[in-house]
Nanobody
């Protein structure tokens, strides 16, 4: 099992920045990738960004490219999502997740609220 705990959400004005962190514990040695998802009210959960733990390759959804950056710290077993130039449409609950296979995300954090005011 892998336990994930997010931190860093909050309220920010449009154009501002927030930094989300996700701390992992448990059987983290089997992690293939970590990702950040988000879910806005009435919408489906969507993948925002992910990082392959070995090698560090990253992927971003088109709607955050150039604004968000995902990074990982092996020593601290944390993954961070730096969010810049935030827009009101970025308002959502953001979830950290981990996958051992690369196909399905099996481990989830409790979520952290990000609210961007216009």
């Amino acid at each position: 099992q892998v336990q994930l705990v997010e931190s860093g959400g909050g309220l920010v004005q449009a154009g501002g920045s927030l930094r989300l962190s996700c701390a992992a514990s448990g059987r983290t040695f089997s992690t293939y990738a970590r990702g950040w998802f988000r879910q806005a009210p009435g919408k489906k959960r969507e993948l925002v960004a992910q990082i392959v733990w070995s090698g560090g390759s990253t992927w971003y959804a088109d709607f955050v490219k150039g604004r968000f950056t995902i990074s990982g710290d092996n020593a601290k077993n944390t993954v961070t999502l730096q969010m810049n130039s935030l827009k009101p449409e970025d308002t959502a609950v953001y979830y950290c997740a981990a996958t051992n296979s690369g196909a399905t995300y099996s481990y989830w954090g409790q979520g952290t609220q990000v609210t961007v005011s216009s």
